[in-house]
């Protein structure tokens, strides 16, 4: 007999209403013509226009737009890089880096923060430097705490290439950079980008990271969010919450479709 899967799914349920029923009230209430946390009195548009007459907020997404892109790009050049050198080590060097490459993903960004703040001031400290932590301290952090989610997004796709792509390239007359940039990189593109986008949410979603390597004068957007939630929660906070989740839902069904049609791609060359 088979065993009933309504309990399960009703689980599922109630796990997917804890999680989405939160973000669902705010999103409405983003609306509220109202400041009423707790009664929706009618449909209005003007928190979302108060929000981008908000010089302060603007300032921040405008930072955090940029961090994110330059954030991704460097990182997603140093992780595919470091994901070919590791793919060519010999087994038992590649599982200790690998290892080692897997401790900022799984380590608590309040640790990370904190130990790179102190990286950073011991480093200023030594330079004789009188500039204190800012965008520049900001920007390494990110690409760090980035490189490893662009490695653990290419090594997949650099273990489905045959072991002697590369050698057939160099065979026919390609340079070994030739052979990479025209034969390797295709391959493996789908990996970089869904590791780019990745880096790029994480980049624009991170707060604690961003708490401890910055200055007073730089702020990111979820830094600003923080700011604001400790004065009176403004409705404003509701509209820019939207609007960030949005943004991240938008990335994440992209990486997904790019997956998806990577997939169907590779299956439809099998025979």
């Known amino acids: 007999m088979r065993r009933s899967r309504t309990p399960g799914r009703i689980l599922q349920i109630m796990v997917a209403v804890f999680l989405y029923a939160p973000i669902l009230v705010l999103i409405v209430f983003s609306f509220n013509s109202d400041k009423s946390r707790t009664q929706f009195k009618g449909f209005t548009l003007d928190w979302y226009v108060s929000l981008f007459q908000n010089q302060t907020v603007l300032s921040a997404l405008y930072l955090t737009l ?4 330059l954030s991704a790009v460097i990182a997603t050049i140093i992780g595919t890089v470091s ?10 060097p590649r599982k200790i880096l690998l290892a ?5 993903v799984v380590n608590p960004d ?4 904190v130990s790179l703040m102190l990286v950073f001031v011991t480093v200023l400290r030594l330079l004789g430097s009188k500039a204190g932590l800012g965008f520049p301290t900001l920007l390494i952090a990110h690409v760090t705490f980035n490189i490893p989610f662009v490695i653990l997004s290419v090594l997949p796709k650099l273990r489905q290439l045959s072991k002697h792509t590369y050698e057939a390239a160099l065979d026919l007359g390609a340079s070994p950079f030739t052979a990479y940039r025209r034969v390797i990189l295709p391959e493996i593109m789908p990996g970089v980008v869904s590791g780019a986008m990745i880096a790029f949410t994480m980049s624009i979603d991170d707060f604690l990271i961003s708490y401890f390597t910055t200055g ?19 409705p404003e906070i509701n509209a820019l919450s939207t609007l960030l989740f949005v943004t991240i839902l ?22």
């Open 66 to 69: 940029i961090l994110a892109v």
């Open 83 to 92: 994901a070919i050198g590791l793919y060519n080590m010999k087994q038992r």
């Open 100 to 104: 080692l490459n897997n401790i900022p």
């Open 110 to 113: 309040i640790i990370t923060g």
């Open 216 to 234: 007073t004068s730089v702020q990111t957007l979820p830094m600003v969010i923080y700011g604001m939630t400790r004065k009176r929660i403004s």
């Open 250 to 271: 938008i990335l994440l069904i992209a990486i997904n479709v790019l997956q998806s049609r990577d997939q169907k791609r590779k299956e439809r060359r099998l025979p």
